[in-house]
């Protein structure tokens, strides 16, 4: 089997047009599809089944597809062991993190990773957790910053837990049952009986959101369903609407703000979850993903910092160290 062969065809299957993978490819629409046809001709059987508008792989199509992708893996997988091998010091890191969180660490990490490999690029998807599980399972992203909760990890990955936190439930301090809270609430996190919110109005993350379904599980453990005032995507949102005394809200514990206008609960069942590097079972890291990883949970941890200063002190010392061996004349 030609690997580049194989590839086109993955191009087909991923674009499900003719058109639109000879674009991807730089190839012409005609090339392309003689390709296709001699591949058909040589397997006795045709790969795709052309619809008006697409192209849906037929089910000889799919065990090729399948064996294909497994091929360019393997590809994928040895280039980068011996790139690692050689220390070359280049190539991509595919990686996928929440629009939010994972912004914001990435922010602060990728220029201490920068000034160690310069010569290292990254091709970054910004998705919520139920898509990222499936870009790692598809070989998209090599890993993927994601959280889960105890009883929700998928069978084929992976988990290199970085953090923990608790899912809180905030009410605006203007709420009838906000003194319960008592003083520093925030750091105290007391215990709210969720069904004496049973009259409230919520407003939640919406179900694409990893969290809904602990928040759905805290519902169904309280023994009713929640009237729902809106739904996001966004935590911050959830966050805002909060601040404003709107309504009720769930949200993870790295939200909580000391100074925000909201009293501070937890719920039964008191959930956690843990936010994690995702990957494939088996999978390699080259050195510079190890540092990558290293530094972004240095960042959950609130660590980073230390990890910069005894860079900034090594740095010093080898400043130092050169004047002393190379005298400025003056």
Request: charged share 25%; glycine share 4%; hydrophobic share 40%.
């Amino acid at each position: 089997m030609d690997l580049k062969q194989i590839e086109n065809m993955i191009a087909i299957e991923q674009e499900q047009s003719i058109s639109r993978a000879a674009e991807k490819l730089f190839l012409t629409q005609s090339a392309l599809n003689q390709q296709l046809l001699k591949l058909e001709k040589e397997l006795g059987t045709p790969l795709f089944e052309r619809r008006k508008h697409s192209m849906i792989p037929t089910f000889a199509g799919r065990i090729y597809l399948t064996t294909a992708h497994k091929m360019v893996d393997m590809k994928k997988e040895t280039y980068k062991i011996i790139s690692d091998i050689s220390e070359e010091n280049l190539g991509e890191i595919t990686v996928a993190y929440t629009p939010e969180t994972g912004a914001s660490m990435f922010s602060k990490v990728y220029p201490i990773f920068h000034r160690k490999y310069p010569n290292i690029t990254f091709h970054i998807y910004e998705e919520r957790v139920k898509k990222m599980e499936q870009l790692v399972l598809k070989n998209e992203v090599h890993f993927a910053f994601i959280t889960y909760a105890e009883g929700i990890r998928h069978p084929d990955l992976d988990y290199l837990d970085m953090d923990t936190e608790y899912m809180i439930l905030g009410l605006p301090i203007t709420h009838p049952l906000a003194h319960l809270a008592g003083k520093n609430s925030h750091e105290t996190l007391p215990r709210l009986d969720l069904t004496l919110l049973k009259n409230d109005s919520f407003i939640l993350l919406s179900k694409e959101t990893r969290m809904r379904d602990m928040i759905d599980q805290a519902f169904t453990h309280a023994g009713f369903h929640p009237k729902v005032l809106f739904e996001s995507v966004s935590t911050h949102t959830v966050i805002n609407m909060l601040k404003e005394q709107i309504a009720p809200a769930f949200f993870p514990q790295s939200y909580v703000d000391p100074a925000a206008p909201i009293a501070y609960f937890t719920v039964n069942p008191n959930q956690r979850w843990s936010r994690s590097v995702a990957f494939l079972k088996g999978c390699y890291f080259t050195r510079p993903e190890k540092y990558f990883i290293a530094l972004c949970t240095d960042y959950m941890r609130g660590k980073l910092q230390e990890h910069l200063d005894t860079i900034t002190q090594t740095d010093s010392v080898s400043n130092h160290n050169d004047n002393q061996l190379h005298p400025v004349s003056c």
